[in-house]
């Protein structure tokens, strides 16, 4: 042992692992709402969030310090596809109806009523979107990840990030606007 390093300090945990826990605490929030907005189920959101920081955990040493956030994205968008795949194959529903009803603490009937409505609205909105468009879209609008960050995590030009994000606006109002004008004209989704 070199004379100038310090014996580590018994029962601490290793570097790596208090690493792992501040990425876990500065990113979980933030991987958590993305998967959402990827498409993953509300009932499977925590599941696949903790399959991408399992992901992350078993691949710690290769994550360079500056670039957590970009590695943990991209490994969500692989997620979230195969979780969209894989609830495609699937014929069970989920029952976010009974799960947010068992709520204690929940809004009154009618603001819960107001939010299941946008938020379904939303998934909606963003399930009709192009792919590419949506990730872009979900980065910067939902998460207000900054431009230069969503090239660097998608390996995009900074133009065609900015290009994505005008055409991803584009088509969310155009998919809103739709959905509107069904919904008083009484007609049914998509």
Known sequence: MPAHAEPAERGAPPPSAERYRAMVDAYFDFIWRSLRGLGVPAGAADDAAQHVFLIAY?????????????????????????????????????????????????????????????????????????????????????EGVPTEEIAAVLGLAKGTVASRLRRAREEFRAIVKRAQARARHGGGKR
């Open 58 to 142: 078993q691949k710690l040493g290769e994550i360079a310090p500056d670039r957590e956030r970009s590695f943990l994205f991209g490994t969500a968008m692989g997620v979230a596809a195969n979780a969209r795949r894989a609830g495609a194959r699937r014929r069970e529903l989920c029952d976010d109806d009974a799960m947010a009803a068992a709520a204690d603490d929940a809004p009154d009937p009618e603001r819960l009523m107001e939010m299941k409505q946008a938020r379904a609205l939303l998934d909606d909105v963003l399930d009709a979107m192009e792919e590419d468009l949506r990730v872009v879209f979900v980065l910067f609008e939902l």
